[in-house]
């Protein structure tokens, strides 16, 4: 009850203040205080939390994946532009926090609750949409559907950052996160590797060149850092890397030997057919240790091809991320049935 409490006081925080931040940021922006300010805040949000959690004697496992959430979220509120869109991922991450927590305790108390994650993102994100309809009316405020994405962007990173540092005993949540990282900074280094700036250049077969280039470097990372999170659950995983070289050898000869098409055309194409030529490749390895492994082909497929939106609007990071979250999903689902095949029966026992 009490966490119910303080998360209805956290909302009223919320949008009780709606009009009067507008005004104490804009004061803080004439002085050149606004960046600083939410920096303050923001490192001392990080260090209660950190200063908490460093009481349950996390492990050496639990710390290295923390850091890598607190990484995520520097990168993520790098890229929001403005400290008022900042502070979304804030306040929506605490409110995420609290029904998290309310939901998880109610289950301990003998209470149904089917599935706390996902109820606690879909009520944050409802809280958000609230929030956006109360500016709408306010003066000097106004309705952004981009801030309803941050609100629920945030209480999915809440979320899936708290499940991936808890201690599990299978894979699960920790995998997909540390595989949707390996994803997202695989596609950042290609991009830096490569230099896919080129891609702006009128040169029709320079630009055909970068983008084919960058498809197979990212590929390769991709693979490369997804060997290091599969060689302990798989047999072969080293296999695992030559699949990339393979997709893109046939992602080449596919582009280049038809001529080329138009660039948008060819890098929707590339991405489209090395999705789903690794994902055949690397089912061959998966087909004889997981059952239904099959799935793994479409996986790969459509989460490369998803990633394309993603990559235009936010950054290659992005296509990385939404490739990491499909694939990742599928293949935590995979290894959770081969490990429930593999279990004894109780008669067995």
């Given at each position: 009850r ?9 909302l ?48 050496w496992r ?28 804030i306040?929506?991450?605490i409110?995420?926090a ?15 609750v089917?599935?706390?994650?996902a ?12 929030d ?9 405020r ?7 994405g941050?609100?629920a ?6 979320v ?5 540092i ?9 995998l ?6 390996a ?7 290609a ?9 702006s250049l ?27 999170l ?23 000869g ?8 138009g ?13 789903a030529?690794?994902?055949?490749l ?5 087909k004889p ?7 793994w ?10 990633g ?11 296509l990385?991320?939404v ?6 999903t ?8 081969k490990?429930?095949?593999?279990e ?6």
């Amino acid at each position: 009850r009490r966490l119910w409490v303080w998360t209805l006081a956290v909302l009223v925080a919320i949008y009780s203040t709606l009009g009067p931040a507008r005004v104490l940021a804009d004061a803080l922006r004439e002085r050149n205080l606004l960046g600083i300010s939410f920096a303050v805040a923001l490192a001392v949000l990080v260090a209660a939390v950190g200063w908490q959690w460093a009481k349950q004697r996390p492990g050496w496992r639990e710390i290295g994946v923390a850091i890598g959430v607190l990484l995520a979220y520097l990168a993520v509120l790098a890229r929001i532009q403005t400290p008022e869109e900042r502070t979304h991922l804030i306040e929506y991450g605490i409110v995420a926090a609290l029904i998290h927590q309310a939901l998880l305790e109610r289950a301990r108390n003998g209470r149904h609750v089917p599935k706390p994650a996902a109820l606690t993102v879909a009520a944050t994100a409802l809280l958000g949409v609230l929030d956006e309809c109360i500016q709408a009316v306010l003066p000097n405020r106004v309705f952004d559907v981009r801030d309803i994405g941050f609100n629920a962007f945030a209480g999915f990173m809440f979320v899936a950052a708290r499940l991936a540092i808890a201690k599990q005993r299978g894979p699960g949540w920790r995998l997909w996160f540390l595989w949707l990282m390996a994803s997202a900074w695989a596609w950042g280094m290609a991009v830096v590797v490569t230099g896919l700036g080129e891609l702006s250049l009128r040169s029709s077969p320079t630009r055909l060149m970068a983008a084919f280039v960058g498809v197979a470097v990212a590929g390769i990372l991709v693979a490369a850092l997804q060997w290091l999170l599969l060689r302990k659950r798989i047999t072969g995983a080293v296999r695992w890397v030559l699949t990339s070289f393979g997709a893109a050898a046939v992602v080449g000869g596919v582009i280049f030997g038809v001529g080329g098409f138009g660039t948008d055309t060819a890098w929707i194409l590339g991405t489209g057919v090395y999705g789903a030529v690794a994902g055949i490749l690397q089912w061959l390895i998966l087909k004889p240790q997981i059952p239904r492994a099959g799935w793994w082909v479409l996986a790969s497929t459509v989460g490369w091809v998803l990633g394309i939106p993603a990559g235009e609007a936010v950054g290659w990071n992005g296509l990385g991320a939404v490739y990491g979250v499909v694939t990742g999903t599928v293949l935590v689902l995979l290894l959770r049935q081969k490990r429930r095949t593999a279990e004894p029966s109780p008669a067995v026992a």
